[in-house]
Each structure stands twice: as structure tokens, then as C-alpha cells.
């Protein structure tokens, strides 16, 4: 299957911790690299492989993977971490295609 | 800096063609593999072409065999040939270099462009 699957929908307490998934097929051979998008903005790459930060992100997002599902973690979510977050993953089929999840819109209340 | 900025979006009509370009900084196209993702208005992101640096292309099913993905190595640009347009190509279309390192079994997308919107509308 090249599908993604994620919650359309999460919400966390200020300063709380909140863990957003993604399942799929693909995540059993192929890490996900994760993306946040805030409202009229481009994508901003938060995780990929393992669990590695590209420089200027805070070290409150990481990420793991167990099985078919990849998670990205936020210890201590910030009101700037309101946002929509997406998992991205290669087609397993060896199609050498992406394949993005569905998003989830993370509120922080 | 590494930069990416996207140009060529606007409205057209169904059946219609239109070329975007994405212009790079900082590094160069030809030997890093780059992507085109896709945002419909309102909906998440899709994944739609990517070029290898040794050429190789992949499409999507929903642009196969109507849209082109190339570059112009004197340029520094990444284009989506895009013909045939439907009205559910309407979305905003990102570039962005694509890493992947299979060794480690990873693939992302950074830097992202701030993305052209495409309008396909009689």
C-alpha cells in the first residue's frame, strides 16, 4: 500500500507533550520525515530519519518508529507549534514515488 | 543561502497548458535529486514528480503522461511542463530539493519554495 494514514485532528495543553502518528505500509522498510506548515506558509521539514532536526528546529520535536506507524513528539508544545503536520514516506513498491499523509491539525489550547 | 522561488502559476483554462519554474540558490539542481509537490486549496499535500541528478524521472498516476518534470542545468531551474489541465490540478505547487539516502532508509524534502498557484477555471 502506498497510503498514509493520521489523525485529522489533535490537540495539546500549553507546555504539555502530545504525540502526532502516522501508519502505513511503507513505514516498516523507510523512515518518515516529518513537515510543519503553518497557514499561508510552505512546509517546513521538523524530522527526518531516525530521528534528526534539520538546524534552527527546537530539540522539543522527535521522532520514532515501531513497526507500520512513525511518531513526532513534542515535549512541551508552544503556541507557535500550532499548525498542521504531515508524514512523508517512499512508495515501498519501488515505484520511486512519495507519498504524503493525510495531515493533522495540532491545537494548542 | 539555499533558496528556492517558484514562478509561472495563473489561471487557465481546462485543457489548457502552463510551465512552472523553480529557481535555485546555493546549490546546484543537476546533482540533487528535486521534487514538485502539490496543495489543492483547503486539502493536504500530494506528492506529484521527481528528477534523479542522472535524469531519471517518476510522475504521480494523477499527471502521468501529462505532465513533464526537467531542468536547465545553465539555469539552475527545475520546470513542470504541465498540459492537459483539469480543474483538479487547481492547487498551489511546491518545489523542493529531495535527500534520500537509502543506506538509511530516509528521504526528505528541504528547502521548500513559497509555491505558485495554478488555477485551472473556465
Known amino acids: 500500500s502506498s497510503e498514509l494514514t493520521q489523525d485529522p485532528a489533535v490537540s495539546v495543553a500549553l507546555g504539555q507533550t502530545v504525540r502526532i502518528t502516522c501508519q502505513g505500509d511503507?513505514?516498516?522498510?523507510?523512515?518518515a520525515s516529518w513537515y510543519q506548515q503553518k497557514p499561508g506558509q510552505a512546509p517546513v521539514l521538523v524530522i527526518y530519519?531516525?530521528?534528526n532536526r534539520p538546524s534552527g528546529i527546537p530539540d522539543r520535536f522527535s521522532g520514532s518508529s515501531s513497526g507500520n506507524t512513525a511518531s513526532l513528539t513534542i515535549t512541551g508544545a508552544q503556541a507557535e507549534d500550532e499548525a498542521d503536520y504531515y508524514c512523508?514516506?517512499?512508495?515501498?513498491?519501488?515505484?520511486?514515488?512519495?507519498?504524503f499523509g493525510g495531515g493533522t491539525k495540532l491545537t494548542v489550547l | 543561502e539555499v533558496q528556492l522561488v517558484e514562478s509561472g502559476g495563473g489561471l487557465i483554462q481546462p485543457g489548457g497548458s502552463l510551465r512552472l519554474s523553480c529557481a535555485a540558490s546555493?546549490?546546484?539542481?543537476?546533482?540533487?535529486?528535486m521534487s514538485w509537490v502539490r496543495q489543492a486549496p483547503g486539502k493536504g499535500l500530494e506528492w506529484v514528480s521527481v528528477?534523479?541528478?542522472?535524469?531519471?524521472?517518476y510522475y504521480a498516476d494523477s499527471v502521468k503522461g501529462r505532465f513533464t518534470i526537467s531542468r536547465d542545468n545553465s539555469k539552475n531551474t527545475l520546470y513542470l511542463q504541465m498540459n492537459s489541465l483539469r480543474a483538479e490540478d487547481t492547487a498551489v505547487y511546491y518545489c523542493?530539493?529531495?535527500?534520500?539516502?537509502?543506506?538509511?532508509?530516509?528521504?526528505?524534502?528541504?528547502?521548500w519554495g513559497q509555491g505558485t498557484l495554478v488555477t485551472v477555471s473556465s
Open positions: 546555493g546549490f546546484t539542481v543537476s546533482s540533487n535529486y
Open positions: 512523508n514516506s517512499r512508495d515501498s513498491s519501488g515505484n520511486h514515488r512519495g507519498v
Open positions: 530519519g531516525k530521528n
Open positions: 523542493a530539493r529531495f535527500r534520500l539516502q537509502l543506506w538509511l532508509r530516509s528521504g526528505w524534502f528541504d528547502p
Open positions: 511503507s513505514l516498516r522498510s523507510y523512515y
Open positions: 528528477i534523479y541528478s542522472g535524469g531519471s524521472t
